[in-house]
């Protein structure tokens, strides 16, 4: 017999470094839709579509089980450890909101990192600025990451690349 080869779903895409699990889900969940006929169809057929939600939102409590890990990862074609990643360690607090960026990192790729919300990050390492916790021209906070759709401010649409100019070094 043939060994099985483990192939990618067709709407399996591949997690960034360090990359939120928000994030993540959210370019999932708009890829799925390009895929898959009915959107949202994958999180609802194996009952995890509240979970998501949480998670969205870094809302750990409780914490994700190796089970609930496993059965996403199936459906999304992730190893259970990779998923993981995505995650806070368990002993890690999560600043739930403000979400917060690094604009300079967000211009260098695209996307939101896990690291922005641990109450234990003072700034960005990398670039030794402080994080934006709203937009600096009219204030408005940032949606949650699984939102970040066109990389911008909600309100007045500024990109958040073109905020860099106005991040605090610490
Ligand atoms: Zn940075
Ligand atoms: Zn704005």
Redesign the pocket.
């Known amino acids: 017999m043939e060994p099985e080869v483990l192939q990618n779903p067709p709407w399996y895409i591949e997690p960034k470094e360090g990359e939120s699990i928000s994030h993540y889900f959210g370019r999932f969940r708009r890829h799925e839709a390009v895929c898959v006929s009915s959107p949202g169809t994958l999180s609802k057929a194996v009952g995890i579509g509240p979970v998501l939600a949480r998670w969205e939102k870094f809302r750990f409590n409780p914490f994700p089980s190796q089970k609930e890990l496993e059965a996403i990862g199936k459906l999304i074609g992730l190893d259970a450890d990779r998923i993981a990643q995505m995650l806070p360690s368990k002993g890690e607090k999560m600043k739930l909101e403000p979400i917060r960026l690094?604009a300079?990192?967000y211009a260098e790729q695209a996307y939101h990192r896990l690291e922005w919300q641990f109450q234990s990050t003072v700034g960005?390492d990398?670039?030794k600025?402080r994080l934006l916790s709203e937009c600096p021209f009219c204030k408005e906070r940032f949606a949650i990451p699984a939102l970040w759709e066109q990389g911008e401010c909600n309100k007045c649409h500024t990109p958040f690349r073109s905020m860099k100019k106005r991040q605090k070094a610490y």
């Open positions: 690094c300079v990192c960005c990398r670039h600025l």
